[in-house]
Structures are given as C-alpha cells and as structure tokens.
C-alpha cells in the first residue's frame, strides 16, 4: 500500500515536471532534439556554423542559449573546452545527462543569460545557434542589443550567430515581425565592436553570420 502511495506520488510528480516544460517551452527537452534532428533547415543552419565557425583547437568557445547542449556537444570535439548557459535549468540538466552518456568531458552546462553569461574564464568564441532571436521577439531591438552587449563584454575575438533573421527584401512582409533583420543583426554587432566576415544564407529566414572583431 504504501508502495502504491509512493509510485502514485512519483508518478504525478513527474506529469506535473512534464507539464511545467510543456508551458515553458512547449514541449520537452527529448520533443526538441528530435524536432531539430528532423528539421532540414535546422539541419543545414548546424552543418553550416560548424563549417564556417573559426574556432581553434585551443579555444574556449561560449554556446550561449544553449538549450539541450546539441550544438555545444559538437563543438566539442573542435576545441579545447565548450561552456554552455542557458535560463532553462532543465534543459541544462538534460544537456549534462547527454554528455555524460556520450562520454564528453570538455563540456560544462550552467545557467546564464544573454545579458549575463555567469562565465568568469576568457572565451574566444561566442556562439548562438537559434537563441538571439528570442531577444528581439522579447523586446526588440533594444533587448538584442542588450543581448550582444552583453556577450560583447566577454571579449570574445568572434562572435557566431546562427538563427532564425529576416534576408529578404526590406518591406518584406509580417511573417518576420518576430524575428530581427539580418541588417539588424549586423549594425548591432557592429555597434558591439565586432565586423561582419561570413554570411551563409540558409532560407529567407534562416542564416549564420560570423562577426570578428
Ligand atoms: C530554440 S532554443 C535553441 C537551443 C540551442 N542553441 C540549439 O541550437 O538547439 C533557444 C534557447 O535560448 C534560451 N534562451 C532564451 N532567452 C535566453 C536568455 N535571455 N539568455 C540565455 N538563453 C536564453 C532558451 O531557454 C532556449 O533554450
């Protein structure tokens, strides 16, 4: 009896810990890997930041933003050390149970935001696959340049932004109200200290742009 009591009990539990991700973020950290592994466009903006990304063997590289740790895995094998930070503790959590069972020991996931990365090590190399777009969908372009600022006073030497940003035309219509402009991106960057080298256009609404100081 009392053994029913506590599987009941854990097992409510759980629902309950099920359901506070699903309001989060929609859905949970497993729906989101197999999203991202199923999403071509998804698939191509990786395959692309991990071609064009300078990053050095003994770098240390920022995934900021990082969610379940996918892009941060695979940077890690490119560099000496990867710190991931995210607001999404449960994401965290799953993201070092992933390295863990991958044996990946150069990865450390912990929390930290755009405006504050809680990293006190040097970084060479900012990262933000997918992540800065939430920024601007937050507050505008004020909240994105809060957002690079702030990744800004690392001093990283290159800053990587793979995400979701408008490349059509200007006047191009509401469909990207949410997401900021590549020009956007671009002069705030700038603004940060850092100069466009690359830019890979994945779709209309998708792309990589490394910017270098
Ligand atoms: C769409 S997911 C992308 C995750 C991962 N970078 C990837 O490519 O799969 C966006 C992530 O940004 C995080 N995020 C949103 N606002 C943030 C902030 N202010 N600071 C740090 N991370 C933030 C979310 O918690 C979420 O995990």
Redesign the pocket.
């Given at each position: 009896m009392i053994l029913e009591t506590l599987i009941l009990q854990h097992i409510l539990v759980a629902v309950l810990m099920a359901d506070t991700e699903r309001e989060y973020h929609g859905y949970t950290a497993m729906d989101y890997d197999a999203d991202?592994e199923a999403d071509e466009v998804y698939q191509r903006c990786l395959s692309a930041l991990l071609t064009h990304a300078p990053i050095d063997r003994d770098d240390t590289v920022l995934?900021?933003?990082?969610?379940?740790g996918?892009?941060a895995l695979e940077l890690a094998s490119k560099c000496e050390h990867v710190i991931g930070?995210?607001?999404?503790d449960e994401?965290l959590q799953y993201a070092r149970e992933k390295a863990t069972e991958r044996g990946i020991e150069n990865v450390s996931f912990d929390h930290?935001?755009?405006?504050e990365p809680n990293v006190d090590e040097p970084v060479d190399v900012v990262v933000a696959?997918?992540?800065l777009y939430?920024?601007y969908d937050e507050g505008g372009e004020d909240e994105l340049r809060a957002?690079i600022d702030g990744l800004a006073g690392l001093q990283p030497h290159c800053v990587v932004v793979a995400d979701k940003m408008c490349f059509g035309p200007t006047g191009t219509p509401s469909d990207y109200e949410t997401v900021p402009r590549m020009g956007t991106v671009a002069n705030l960057l700038a603004g940060a200290g850092f100069t466009l080298t690359d830019v890979e256009i994945i779709t209309e609404s998708v792309g990589v742009l490394i910017a270098t100081r």
């Open positions: 991202c995934d900021i933003g990082t969610g379940t996918i892009v930070r995210d607001i999404y994401w930290g935001s755009f405006r696959s997918y992540a939430m920024a957002a």
